[in-house]
């Protein structure tokens, strides 16, 4: 049983780029929440998708954008680059409604 | 806005010894909290959940929740060199709010 997966596992971008991430749910969830990780942090979340809609945002600008499928895979877009961008960026998935949410090993994002 | 503040360490304890890490929680609400441990370049993956006041534990692991005092604990006894991770506390997704609101993240490095 497949977990969470995540591609590419590594990214080097330049400033004013544009990136797309790409995130595949663990089997049975259609749940998708993504995080973004700056060095020495903690997670913080960056916004979550369920029926192919985006539910619930956090403190992100408009150039942080995604997409949802009917398979329940998503995207996470990034346009713009600019250089506090680079973290890493964790994909969560869930059951509707349940936890605990399972992480995949994430994209490490690096602009330079 | 929930807020969750983790004493940064870094923690440094001796094999065998107890490693002992706190959390403090802004949201009087929250009804549990999660502890995720998070290996060098790998994704979070919890290690304990726990969800009314008091003693949780788990093999090794206790997990301590104060709701009156909106802290919660870890302590991680008979400390082996493989549980040299950073360790985050989450506040859950709850009442409508779909996030994970983690802490910052405690560095421990068990020292043979």
């Known amino acids: 049983d497949a977990g969470v997966t995540q591609s590419p596992t590594h990214l080097i971008k330049t400033r004013g780029q544009q990136v797309t991430l790409r995130c595949s749910p663990k089997s049975g969830h259609d749940t998708v929440s993504w995080y973004q990780q700056a060095l020495g942090q903690g997670p913080q979340f960056i916004f979550q998708?369920?029926?192919?809609?985006?539910?619930q945002r956090g403190n992100f600008p408009d150039r942080f954008s995604g997409h949802q499928y009917p398979n329940y895979s998503s995207e996470l877009n990034v346009n713009a680059l600019l250089l506090g961008d680079s973290a890493l960026y964790l994909c969560?998935?869930?059951?509707?409604?349940?936890?605990?949410?399972?992480f995949g090993d994430g994209t490490r994002l690096s602009i330079l | 806005q929930k807020e969750v503040e983790q004493n940064s360490g870094p923690l440094s304890v001796p094999e065998g010894a107890i490693a002992s890490l706190n959390c403090t929680y802004s949201d009087r609400v929250s009804q549990s909290f999660f502890w995720y441990r998070q290996y060098s370049g790998k994704s979070p993956e919890l290690i304990m959940s726990?969800?009314?006041?008091g003693d949780k534990e788990d093999g090794r692991f206790t997990a301590q929740l104060n709701k009156a005092s909106q802290y919660v604990s870890l302590l991680i006894r008979d400390s082996q060199p493989s549980d040299s991770a950073t360790y985050l506390c989450a506040d859950p997704p709850n009442f409508g709010n779909e996030k994970l609101t983690f802490g910052t993240g405690t560095r421990l490095t068990i020292i043979p």
């Open positions: 726990i969800y009314s006041n």
């Open positions: 969560a998935s869930r059951r509707q409604g349940e936890e605990p949410q399972h």
């Open positions: 998708y369920y029926e192919e809609e985006e539910r």
